[in-house]
């Protein structure tokens, strides 16, 4: 945990140690992909260490088949002057580096960053914004490629997990350019003691206080988001057994006998997260329907709400098949992001 803290802390100081430009706001704005990264690294570097940046960089979803969440893209540094623009960059190389490498390498880092690399003490960079608005661009360098390999094997999670966070506020922040649907989110604060942000073409497919749920509706592909809300005096009865329980139930009633599928191989996987400053559990898995012979990725989140004693549980499918689904499983994330009670509504508005 230490050593986590320690890389964390120096990834936030050595960013500052870039000498591009801070600025933003005559940036243009960022193109191609966003579930992409382009791996700027010589072809012969590339050979060595493909098959860790993969491992590192190339996390799969169930969707059900094996999904990568990016798409990694190896390019020569030479071309980076044709990708300026790009969301995802990442420059790899070493202080033995030559070429385009050692150029941008000397551009990019400076003498106290290069000491500490040859020490072993950093070896990750970021930069927002370098070249366009929205963009992450990423350096991993070692004093050489035994080091290299080595420290992102070590610190694969982090690697990932600064691309990811990137990718994910850019969904969230391109939802709601068009109109935003504030009667539906008032209704259901008044109804519900609830609300949610909903994206202009949303519609609600059911809407009941008796069964305390609600389900939002989009198609081409379909999306859906929906949640449920139970008043308990234990909160301890929330647990992955629970949700998933109870997800069957409601899909079972309301989605045409849709069920949570696991196998001996194809378990749910669970996660503990914060979800807006409450304890939560988090659900990855794959739903299937029998009678329609079709499936995909869902999430469930559940988390039990001290202000008015209720368990929650939201939860987000996506049925889209022939295509890449995670995309469009991000936006519903970035939609449960949203998801206010009552209680933080009037507190949010003091």
């Given at each position: 945990m230490k050593n986590k803290i320690i890389t964390l802390l120096l990834v936030g100081i050595f960013t500052c140690a870039f000498l591009l430009s801070t600025g933003c706001q005559h940036k243009p704005a960022t193109i191609?992909?966003?579930?992409?990264?382009i791996v700027l690294a010589d072809s012969s570097l590339w050979l060595q260490i493909e098959g860790d940046v993969r491992a590192a960089l190339g996390v799969e979803m169930m969707t059900p088949q094996p999904e990568t969440i990016f798409k990694i893209s190896q390019r020569s540094p030479e071309d980076l002057g044709d990708l300026t623009r790009y969301t995802n960059l990442l420059l790899?190389?070493?202080?033995?580096?030559?070429?385009?490498?050692?150029?941008?390498?000397?551009?990019?880092?400076?003498?106290?960053?290069?000491?500490?690399?040859?020490?072993?003490?950093?070896f990750f960079f970021q930069k927002k914004n370098a070249w366009a608005r929205d963009q992450m661009l990423a350096v991993l360098v070692a004093k050489d490629v035994p080091t290299l390999k080595k420290q992102i094997l070590a610190h694969k999670d982090l690697v990932f997990r600064v691309f990811d966070e990137n990718t994910q506020k850019i969904i969230s922040a391109s939802l709601y350019y068009s109109f935003e649907q504030k009667d539906i989110e008032k209704k259901f604060l008044q109804e519900h003691g609830w609300t949610v942000r909903v994206q202009h073409d949303y519609v609600v497919a059911i809407d009941s206080s008796q069964a305390r749920f609600v389900w939002l509706r989009r198609m081409g592909p379909q999306r859906w988001f929906?949640?449920?809300?139970?008043?308990?005096?234990?909160?301890?009865?929330?647990?992955?057994?629970?949700?998933?329980?109870?997800?069957?139930?409601?899909?079972?009633?309301?989605?045409?006998?849709?069920?949570?599928?696991?196998?001996d191989g194809l378990k749910v996987a669970e996660k503990d997260i914060d979800f807006n400053g409450r304890f939560a559990?988090?659900?990855?898995?794959?739903?299937?329907?029998?009678?329609?012979?079709?499936?995909?990725?869902?999430?469930?989140?559940?988390?039990?709400?001290?202000?008015d004693g209720r368990i929650y549980l939201i939860d987000c499918a996506v049925l889209a098949p022939g295509r890449r689904k995670w995309p469009f499983m991000r936006q519903l994330i970035a939609m449960a992001n949203t998801f206010k009670t009552a209680d933080e509504v009037k507190h949010g508005a003091e």
């Open positions: 191609g992909s966003f579930d992409k990264i790899i190389g070493t202080l033995q580096s030559q070429g385009r490498t050692k150029e941008l390498l000397d551009k990019l880092l400076n003498d106290a960053s290069k000491k500490r690399v040859e020490m072993d003490s950093s929906s949640v449920y809300w139970e008043p308990v005096d234990d909160p301890s009865i929330l647990s992955k057994e629970w949700m998933i329980a109870k997800r069957d139930s409601l899909a079972k009633q309301f989605y045409e006998g849709d069920f949570v599928y696991q196998d559990i988090q659900l990855d898995g794959i739903w299937q329907n029998k009678k329609l012979v079709v499936g995909g990725p869902f999430r469930s989140i559940g988390f039990y709400n001290k202000s």
